[in-house]
């Protein structure tokens, strides 16, 4: 069964750039019938939906990223990444890497099981 | 874009039913079959329950049910259980922001 695992450093500093990585495991990336998202949830709240991307290297980012967002794929790792520059504390969150059936779909139906990312000097 | 809008909490007696709303907009809700419906016990990551307004993954009970009438969508729980405590998620796709929202999450409570 396929899994999904999130790694990267807990800790950033205000300015500095936060990096994740997701690992898909049990199964290719290169599939049509999936995208592969990021999600994050700051403490005590709810979910927002930061970005996707296709095998082929196709995106979606949510605008309130202001464009600090980066999604990129390895496919030859079978890995997808996030990349979020010039943090701040409102970055602080539990960041879910998630598996997303197609553009007629739009649900999310396989989720790491996420990773606490504090932004803190 | 805003999120869409859920009640905060709800609260429901064991074995009986409860309904959760979300109501967005023409442009998301409205639109198209994109919602679903995620839950989330306490500590815990969220796991699907409903995709495509009503269709139920392999492996969730029957008793969780969804369905939408204009730019209001829902998820029914019926013979409530306590380990039904949980937030509950709904989403959608939205064509005018192109990007997906979530609701702010609404609290079951079972009595």
């Known amino acids: 069964q396929q899994q999904l695992q999130e790694s990267g450093p807990g800790l950033a500093k205000p300015s500095e750039t936060l990096s994740l990585t997701c690992t898909v495991s049990?199964?290719?990336?290169?599939?049509?019938?999936?995208?592969w998202a990021w999600i994050r949830q700051p403490p005590g709240k709810g979910l927002e939906y930061i970005g996707s991307?296709?095998?082929?290297?196709?995106?979606y980012y949510n605008p309130s990223l202001k464009s600090r967002g980066t999604i990129s794929v390895d496919t030859s790792k079978n890995q997808f990444s996030l990349k979020v520059n010039s943090v701040t504390a409102t970055d602080t969150a539990v960041y879910y890497c998630?598996?997303?059936?197609?553009?007629?779909?739009?649900?999310?139906?396989?989720w790491g099981r996420g990773t606490l990312v504090t932004i803190s000097s | 874009q805003s999120a869409l809008t859920q009640p905060p909490s709800v609260s429901g007696s064991l074995g009986q039913s409860v309904t959760i709303s979300c109501t967005g907009t023409?442009?998301?809700?409205?639109?198209?079959?994109?919602v679903s419906w995620y839950q989330q016990p306490p500590g815990t990551a969220p796991k699907v329950l409903i995709y495509?307004?009503?269709n139920r993954p392999a492996g969730v009970s029957d008793r969780f049910s969804g369905s939408k009438s204009g730019n209001t969508a829902s998820l029914t729980i019926s013979g409530l259980q306590t380990e039904d405590e949980a937030d509950y998620y709904c989403?959608?796709?939205?064509?005018?922001?192109?990007?997906?929202?979530f609701g702010g999450g609404t609290k079951l409570t079972v009595l």
């Open positions: 049990s199964g290719s990336m290169i599939t049509p019938n999936y995208w």
């Open positions: 023409s442009s998301d809700v409205g639109n198209s079959k994109r």
């Open positions: 989403g959608s796709f939205s064509i005018i922001s192109n990007v997906f929202l």
């Open positions: 495509e307004v009503n």
């Open positions: 998630v598996r997303q059936r197609g553009l007629d779909s739009w649900s999310f139906d396989l």
């Open positions: 991307i296709f095998y082929t290297g196709s995106t």
